[in-house]
Every structure is written in structure tokens, then in C-alpha cells.
């Protein structure tokens, strides 16, 4: 895996190339706008700003307002990578307990403008990596802020700063809370609100905002503010560094300064399977929720229909390589005949999101805290919620997958969530798609999809974008006149999590 090096910088100060690297169901297109826009109690960010017209692509993510967020950096011109970069900071702003700059994740990325004859997905690996410190609660290194840099260097058409500002105006004008972070507030309020920096988040009057009330975090605001106008580095490098030690130290979970320095995103080749004249690229360890989709896809392939059987080999190939403390290779566990038949233990929650954009470009990203709100604390005074330490507890599945031809562009993106179940869901939701069929997603797994069946960007018309129907989610794309909803949440809670 290649690290990326200078990451504080901008990019274009860097010299990297940009390589083009709550909801319910609403009644009509536009009813599901303002219900979204709703949720943003500050100025929309949409304001003075140049919309395009025609096809803007699609956006699904677990939270609503993250996916609004994408969208209208979509419909203003942004490319996919762009969408998910401003998807990525505004979950840590409406979404904490899943995703946030004290967590991590990892991203495929696609673009057929890459390589003649269409390009090879690529993944962005941002794990969750070891504070370096002890404490009564282990916390991770911070690395969301650097994960989306690096996706937005590798591929992005805007600055950052221009797609840190949604997320930085959410914390300090505040949001609506929905549904899918309502139900996760609800399953650890009692352990999360014991912290007094997350109380005043979460329970400002004493009582735990409920689904619809307005959430402010001034504090993360700034922090923002200062990623937005410093550069990510400061986070790592600089002032902000230095305060992110100190206040890490206070919430018990301590953070060092070597960790902070030498923590960096890295860019993978993915695993990659045949699908007849199609190809399907798998999110790679250390990502190896990729990885057990990748095995589940293989036995759907060979087995259509048999979910019991892709379950199971998709636990028994990524138990066996985590037995193998990650090493070795995955592309050859892949291929054996039999692996153990150990299972997981009980794993930790989190989120996904998928974009495409009208150049066929796509973007799958699966992040997490490592564990339900992470810690449970914030930093005191810079409103970051700490994620739980990789030593302390077992990484996620993180899956995500991209489908396309060589010769007639995208396919289908997907990413997942669910505990045990998330792996599964990602080959469920992919196979489907490459099958024309609809996806029914096995529990506890949760998917996010979109597919265009007669392949991006040749064929606009025919791509269709769905968010897990049990879950909290938005589906949003279309044209920026006129936006279209697909699979918005009907009913049910968001993906489940495991609680402190």
C-alpha cells in the first residue's frame, strides 16, 4: 500500500496531480428536497451558487443530510469524489456515532477517464490506526480529515476548503438530528451522556435531543474552521496537533504526537474478480470487510441464490485472515478450497456512502469509530468525538465494491454496513445489480447502491440509485432542477451498532 506523504499541504501546494482519482418515504421529488433541506437550520449552502443542468449523477448515503450535502456539491459542479469528500466531513457533523474525524474508513474509487479503454478502481485506505496511548479509554488516531484529502487529491476537482464549508456550517448553525443518528443516541445516551462534553452536545437542556431537535457544535465548528483555512496538516502537524494532544490526555484517551505524524492514508490495489465480460473491484485489507465480500460475491457467482453459504465464507475467509494477523495473501485466501472455520466476534458499528457523477466516476467509502461513539468522549475543546483504539476493539467489515466494463464504463457502486452482516450485504447488493434484479439484503447487513446497467456515461438513463429501505438513508440524484429520490428509508431503524 502506497502512503501518501506531505498531506498537511494543499493540493495543488502538494504538486499531486488531480488525476480525476430519519427520511421517510416522500411523495414527490421535491417534497423529499425540502424535508431534507429542512433538516439544515442555517443558511443553505446552496446560496449564490452555479448550478449545471442535465444529469448531475446520484448520491445515496445512511444519514440524509449527509447526502444532501453530497448532492449539491453535484449539482454545482463537483465531481464524485468532490460529492463524497463534503459527504465525508458532514457525517462527522450528523453522524458521530458512525463516522467523524477521530475515526477512519477506506474508499474505492473509479474514473474510465484514467487508463484508455477505462481505468482500474483504486482504494483509499484511512483505517482507524492506535493512539499510542493508554488510558481508561484507548482512542484511535484521527483520520477522516486525511482520508478525504487524499481522496480529494488523488481524484477531486475543487479545493477542500470549499468542501470542509457545508460540514462547518451544519456544526455551527446546527441540524435537525435524524433518525438514523436518533436511534443510536437512544441505544447508548445513558454511557455517552455520562462525558460533559457530549452531554452538551447531545442533551444541551439535560434531556437527549430527540429525533427532529436541533443539534450545535460550536466547538467542532472551529475545528473545522481551522482544517478549512490551515490545511488538514495543522491537524497532525501543527497548533491543532498540539491541542488535540493535550485535550486527548483529558478524555482519557491519549493521543501522541509520533502517532499523530506518522498515521498517513494509503493508496491499494483492489481485489478484483470477474464477473462474466464485467470486473469487480473489492475494497483490500486492511479493509477486509472488502475482502469478505469479495469471497461472498464468488460463492453467489458459483451458488446463485445460497446466502447461508456466501455468509459463511465471507466470516470464515476474513476470520482466517485476521488469524493470520493480516498477513499473507488475500487474493490466494481467496482461491483456496477451504478455509477455517472460525467465526467473528462481535464487531463494531458503521456507516457507508456511494456517489457517482455524469464522467461515469464513482466513489464507494465505508468509515467507522470503532465502536458506537467511539470512546464516548470529546476532546475537550475541539469537539472531536474520539474513536475507540484498533487495540482495544476489532475493526469493522468495512465493504465497499465498483462493477464496471472496460469497454462501456460503470456498472454498479455499492457499500454496506451491518456488524457481521456487512460483508455480505456489499456481494448481495453488487450481485444483484450485475443480475438486473433488486437487491434483498440478508440481516443485519444494510447496503447503499447504485447501478446503471447499460454502463456510466454512456448511459445516464439507465442508472438507478437505492438506499437500504430499513434504514435512515437518502437516495438523491437526477438533474439539479429537478432532483429524483430512490429508495428513501420507509420504515424501521438505522443499521444496527454495538454499544459501549
Not at 29 to 54: E, K, N, W, Y
Not at 122 to 144: N, Q, Y
Not at 163 to 191: H, K, M, N, Q, W
Request: with cysteine; hydrophobic share 50%.
Amino acid at each position: 500500500m502506497r502512503s501518501f506523504s506531505n498531506v498537511g499541504r494543499s493540493v495543488r501546494g502538494a504538486g499531486l496531480a488531480c488525476l480525476l482519482l430519519g427520511l421517510q418515504a416522500c411523495t414527490t421529488a421535491q417534497h423529499l428536497t425540502d424535508r431534507v433541506t429542512d433538516m439544515v437550520l442555517g443558511a443553505p449552502p446552496t446560496a449564490g451558487s452555479t448550478r449545471i443542468s442535465g444529469f448531475i449523477g446520484a448520491v445515496v448515503a445512511d444519514e440524509p443530510v449527509a447526502a444532501a450535502v453530497a448532492r449539491e456539491v453535484l449539482a454545482t459542479g463537483g465531481n464524485a469524489a468532490d460529492a463524497a469528500a463534503a459527504a465525508g466531513f458532514a457525517l462527522a457533523v450528523t453522524y458521530p456515532s458512525r463516522a467523524g474525524l477521530g475515526g477512519g474508513g477506506a474508499c474505492l474509487a473509479y474514473s474510465p477517464a484514467r487508463t484508455p479503454g477505462g481505468g482500474v478502481p483504486e482504494a483509499i485506505i484511512f483505517t482507524p490506526a492506535a493512539g499510542g496511548g493508554g488510558g481508561d479509554r484507548p482512542a484511535a488516531v484521527p483520520m477522516l480529515a486525511r482520508g478525504m484529502f487524499a481522496l480529494n487529491a488523488r481524484y477531486g476537482s475543487q479545493e477542500l476548503a470549499q468542501l470542509i464549508a457545508p460540514a462547518e456550517r451544519l456544526a455551527r448553525s446546527g441540524f435537525r438530528l435524524s433518525r438514523p443518528l436518533a436511534d443510536d443516541l437512544r441505544t447508548v445516551g445513558g454511557a455517552l451522556l455520562a462525558d460533559p462534553e457530549a452531554r452538551a452536545v447531545f442533551a444541551p437542556g439535560g434531556t437527549p435531543v430527540a429525533e427532529g431537535g436541533a443539534v450545535v457544535q460550536p466547538a467542532l465548528a472551529t475545528t473545522l474552521a481551522h482544517l478549512r483555512l490551515s490545511g488538514v496538516g495543522d491537524m497532525y502537524l501543527g497548533e491543532l496537533a498540539r491541542r488535540l494532544v493535550i485535550a486527548s490526555r483529558d478524555a482519557g484517551g491519549p493521543i501522541s504526537t509520533a502517532a499523530l505524524r506518522r498515521s498517513m492514508p494509503g493508496l491499494a490495489r483492489p481485489l478484483l474478480l470477474p464477473a462474466g465480460a464485467d470486473q469487480v473491484a473489492f475494497l483490500p485489507p486492511p479493509a477486509d470487510g472488502g475482502l469478505g465480500a469479495a469471497a461472498a460475491f464468488a460463492m453467489l457467482q458459483s451458488q446463485p441464490g445460497d446466502v447461508a453459504a456466501a455468509s459463511a465464507r465471507a466470516a470464515a475467509v476474513v476470520a482466517a485472515w485476521r488469524a493470520a494477523g493480516g498477513k499473507g495473501d488475500p487474493m490466494a485466501l481467496l482461491r483456496s478450497a477451504s478455509t477455517s472455520g472460525a467465526g467473528l466476534p462481535a464487531l463494531p458499528a458503521s456507516t457507508s456512502l456511494v456517489v457517482i457523477d455524469p464522467s461515469g466516476m464513482a466513489v464507494g467509502c465505508a468509515m467507522t469509530m470503532d465502536n458506537l461513539f467511539g470512546t464516548g468522549r470529546i476532546a475537550p475543546g475541539t469537539g472531536i468525538l474520539l474513536a475507540a483504539s484498533p487495540a482495544a476493539a476489532p475493526l469493522p467489515l468495512l465493504a465497499a465494491a465498483i462493477a464496471w466494463s472496460p469497454t462501456e464504463g460503470l456498472r454498479a457502486v455499492a457499500a454496506s454496513s451491518g456488524q457481521q452482516g456487512a460483508a455480505l450485504a456489499t456481494a448481495q447488493a453488487i450481485d444483484a445489480a450485475l443480475r438486473h434484479a433488486d437487491p434483498a439484503i440478508a440481516e443485519p447487513g444494510r447496503a447503499d447502491l447504485i447501478s446503471c446497467p447499460a454502463g456510466l456515461p454512456g448511459a445516464p438513463g439507465s442508472c438507478r440509485w437505492r438506499a437500504d429501505p430499513r434504514g435512515g438513508g437518502a437516495a438523491l440524484g437526477g438533474t439539479a432542477a429537478n432532483v429524483t429520490a430512490a429508495g428513501a428509508a420507509t420504515a424501521g431503524g438505522a443499521a444496527g451498532g454495538t454499544g459501549r
